[in-house]
């Protein structure tokens, strides 16, 4: 393959690689299978095509992506590495979207100034999303000759650590120091990675971004889905070849749903193959790949998402539990609980405070945090970080919000799309942080450790002590004080990872 060089930044990049077949015709719906080898020399200096994906403003904003289509044809991967001899560590970038939008193309994950600074190989995937990744049915469990349905586009992620591992070297990466890194959904990725036994021996430092542990669902749930989405075709729900000749913009259109619209519907499914349960039922039963394991999450998350909840953001203290019993459907005596976990007092007596850090917490603090914790248990190297810098423009008005991180990692807050939130008076304070957290990052993808010289020193987290780092102009180390926040959660879990219409946004 034939890649190009960027004199700006002194790196090699290759685009658009096709790490499987095009999942097309019978390949959809079913496991990815091996690329066709070519001869002679494959162009690699543009993008592939993005998955099939629901557009809108917020998708469009986060993606950010060179305009090169929508298509099932879309299993492309994309590569950065310093243009010097070496043989580097690599870190595989998996992206975030809520399982149904999203594209390692976009230009807030280019990876060409990671690459440079930190002296890795960067590589980025897209994978199947949406009704295309996560469809689940019997009859493609009897197809599959590992009884696997539903998980397609986890499988696709598995398929592109693969081919890395096998491949790498020959783009100047070491396969035996592989990192898995990814943020929301891709967080939430990396934790099924770290589950799942057909990564193991593949990747060798995961780290979690605003993720979760507790993210699959059983074939029984899955399965009812697809009754929905069948009845929506006007297909038979047993007639798979009908299913399969569904036009992918008719499936996209009927058969699919984005985050914003119905939350965290489209999951990967523990059928025995991906996944024997939950990725964190799998971690504390000690059932996972034991590699050094970084995450954390954002200190306001979707915090603002209480903005668009009038009953909830106009809401009087004396109606505080009133809010919490009908937004999130508790019965009283949960309601009282959790009143207590929350009281008013704690957020200057207002019901918005409050429910914002519900929010916060339900959605990817304790997920984040339960999952941490699991792993060390049976782990000595784990690490578990807060992102609390809001000195960004609108920081006041939308705090940390939900991927604030990634441009400090990747050096890119001077990129579409969050390249708006930034100027020359807060751009070299962003900057000098910028330079902490990457190094945070790649020494730990080197290393397994995040601590290096002139770095403010970051302790291992453990059930003991539960000490966390906290990411900011005066980055330092804090105790973790959730214990009990954390325990209801996991106690209603399905309330864990809240759709925001189950919010009842519309009182």
Aim: glycine fraction near 10%; include cysteine.
């Amino acid at each position: 393959m034939r890649g190009t060089g960027d004199n700006g930044t002194a790196t090699c990049s290759w685009l658009g690689i096709p790490y499987a077949a095009p999942p097309v015709d019978e390949l959809r719906w079913a496991a990815p299978q091996p690329h066709l080898s070519w001869s002679g020399i494959r162009e690699a200096t543009e993008y592939g095509a993005i998955c099939m994906q629901k557009g809108g403003i917020i998708t469009d904003f986060l993606n950010a992506a060179p305009d090169r289509g929508v298509s099932e044809d879309c299993l492309f991967l994309n590569i950065w590495r310093p243009a010097k001899s070496g043989k580097f560590p690599v870190m595989v970038w998996l992206h975030g979207g809520g399982y149904t939008t999203g594209t390692g193309n976009s230009e807030l994950y280019k990876g060409d100034r990671l690459a440079r600074d930190g002296e890795v190989v960067v590589v980025t995937i897209n994978y199947r999303l949406n009704v295309f990744g996560y469809f689940t049915h019997p009859a493609l469990r009897d197809e599959d000759p590992n009884g696997s349905t539903g998980s397609y586009g986890s499988l696709d992620q598995v398929a592109a650590i693969r081919w890395v591992h096998e491949n790498i070297e020959g783009f100047g990466g070491d396969p035996k120091n592989i990192t898995v890194f990814g943020q929301s959904a891709g967080g939430r990725s990396v934790c099924t990675m770290v589950a799942t036994p057909l990564t193991r021996g593949m990747f060798h430092r995961a780290i979690l971004e605003s993720g979760g542990c507790e993210t699959s669902a059983p074939l029984e749930k899955g399965y009812e889905q697809a009754r929905q989405i069948t009845a929506k075709l006007g297909c038979d729900y047993n007639d798979i070849n009908c299913l399969r000749e569904v036009p992918a913009e008719t499936l996209l259109k009927k058969g699919s749903q984005s985050m914003l619209e119905a939350g965290l519907v489209m999951v990967p499914h523990h059928d025995g193959h991906l996944l024997t349960d939950y990725p964190l039922a799998m971690i504390r039963s000690g059932n996972f790949n034991r590699v050094p394991f970084m995450g954390g999450y954002t200190k306001d998350e979707y915090r603002i998402a209480v903005f668009l909840m009038p009953g909830v953001f106009f809401g009087r203290p004396s109606k505080y539990k009133k809010i919490l019993a009908r937004s999130l459907g508790l019965p009283d005596e949960e309601v009282m609980r959790l009143a207590g976990l929350y009281p008013l007092n704690r957020y200057d007596n207002k019901p918005r405070d409050a429910y914002g850090q519900i929010i916060v917490d339900s959605f990817h603090g304790c997920p984040t945090t339960t999952g941490l914790l699991a792993a060390a248990e049976r782990n000595p190297y784990v690490y578990l970080y807060r992102f609390d810098y809001d000195g960004m423009r609108l920081g006041g008005l939308i705090g940390t919000f939900h991927a604030m991180e990634i441009p400090f990692i990747f050096n890119s807050m001077d990129r579409n799309p969050l390249d708006l939130m930034y100027n020359k008076k807060n751009m070299e304070e962003a900057k000098a942080l910028s330079r902490i957290i990457q190094r945070y990052w790649v020494n730990f993808a080197k290393t397994g450790d995040p601590n290096g010289p002139d770095l403010p020193h970051w302790p291992r987290l453990n059930a003991e002590e539960k000490k966390f780092q906290v990411l900011d102009v005066n980055t330092r180390t804090d105790m973790l004080d959730t214990a009990d926040q954390c325990s209801f959660w996991e106690d209603y879990s399905k309330y864990l990872a809240l759709p925001f219409k189950s919010m009842h946004l519309e009182e």
